[in-house]
């Protein structure tokens, strides 16, 4: 069975700093990660993935992630965050079957 | 396009009342997803829907019902409402594979 876990709940940073929210996955087939962004009061939005070649991407607006097998985690980091980006953020695998598997979700607040 | 839209937005029930939500999507989307958003505990797959006509059994499916009879519609189903089941409900759609999902806005339900 696949899993994720978020290691953390909640992450206060102040505005410019650098910025990483964690996720570990586990899983016994090769995984698709993804995280998706969650803004106040409306749905979830896809930030970035990773289903194969290079293991950084990249967002439009600055976050970045990296693949890694060896620690079977998909880390989600940010060298300068802005207010804007104050949001919950959840970490997602899938595997071989039909559906994705969220983690509980960190809810970054980003501080003036 | 307008996306994934949901019916309705808010809605309170008391228990033992029946409800339906509804959801539409109008980007010919062959896969789509009911989930629950509890705090602290993330989403939650109820029941999903891999095309027209066909429905399957998600992490959290008891005391719900699902139907697909169009391609654009997914209907999930409260028979009998529980205060267990006040909860944020979103209803996701997605291409070909469960990996770039476009949520809605959501559906807040109380049951008293």
């Known amino acids: 069975a696949q899993s994720v876990t978020q290691l953390d709940s909640q992450v206060p940073v102040f505005e410019e700093a650098p910025v990483e929210l964690r996720c570990n996955y586990s899983?016994?087939?090769?995984?698709?990660l993804f995280w998706y962004v969650q803004y106040p009061n409306q749905g979830l939005q896809l930030l970035l993935k990773?289903?194969?070649?290079?293991?950084l991407v990249e967002s439009i607006n600055g976050f970045e992630a990296e693949f890694n097998k060896s620690q079977t985690s998909f880390h989600l980091r940010k060298p300068s965050v802005h207010i804007s980006d104050t949001a919950e953020y959840f970490c997602?695998?899938?595997?071989?079957?039909?559906?994705?598997?969220f983690g509980t979700g960190t809810r970054l607040q980003v501080f003036p | 396009n307008a996306g994934v839209t949901q019916t309705p937005k808010f809605r309170v029930l008391k228990t033992g009342q029946s409800m339906t939500l509804l959801c539409a999507q109008d980007?010919?989307?062959?896969?789509m997803y009911w989930y629950r958003q509890d705090p602290g505990m993330g989403l939650r797959l109820i029941h999903y829907?891999?095309?027209?006509?066909?429905?399957a059994k998600g992490e959290v499916p008891d005391g719900y019902n699902v139907s697909r009879l169009k391609k654009q519609n997914f209907l999930l189903g409260l028979e009998s409402a529980a205060p267990s089941q006040t909860s944020v409900y979103f209803c996701?759609?997605?291409?070909?594979?469960?990996?770039?999902?476009?949520f809605g806005p959501g559906t807040r339900l109380t049951v008293t």
């Open positions: 996701a759609s997605s291409r070909t594979n469960p990996y770039e999902q476009y």
């Open positions: 899983s016994s087939v090769s995984v698709y």
């Open positions: 990773y289903l194969s070649g290079s293991t």
């Open positions: 997602a695998v899938s595997g071989s079957t039909d559906k994705l598997i």
């Open positions: 980007m010919n989307h062959e896969y």
């Open positions: 829907s891999v095309g027209e006509g066909t429905t």
